[in-house]
């Protein structure tokens, strides 16, 4: 135990992965779940290749949800989309479940360019979010 009463953090359970080590691989080869072009973090589940899988099934035109790419943990989603910056990951297309937009005015510029429709400062959910589940 520090003085402060909490664990070291080399003890405890669930802390993050150092900066430095991020990206890192294990073992030879690509590194696993993305192309050796594509920068960013290695994904090291299938429930990050699961998440991005999903984002690249929406077509251009409509968004889905954080929730609807992970319906148990949301958040997980947005944290696997903020750590990917590759044009084959249509980020632009996730908003949140109210429509609200998570990356502001850039992402409006670009939704609205595929023709996704707004009311006022949210996207029009009826007529553009497609259930992802449903996308083959």
């Not at 148990?72 to 944290?79: D, H, I, N, S």
Request: proline share 12%.
């Amino acid at each position: 135990m520090t003085s402060a009463g909490s664990p070291p953090a080399s003890s405890r359970v669930g802390t993050a992965t150092p900066s430095s080590a991020v990206g890192t691989q294990l073992g030879p080869g690509p590194p696993h779940g993305r192309a050796p072009d594509e920068p960013g973090p290695t994904l090291r589940s299938a429930r990050q290749r699961k998440v991005l899988e999903r984002i690249r099934r929406v077509p251009e035109g409509f968004v889905t949800t954080y929730g609807d790419l992970c319906p148990e943990a949301p958040r997980f989603a947005g944290q696997v989309l903020s750590e990917r910056d590759h044009p084959s990951v249509p980020w632009q297309r996730i908003v949140r479940s109210d429509g609200s937009l998570a990356k502001g005015e850039r992402q409006r510029r670009l939704l609205e360019a595929e023709g996704v429709p707004f009311r006022g400062s949210r996207v029009d959910m009826e007529a553009a979010w497609v259930p992802v589940d449903d996308l083959g």
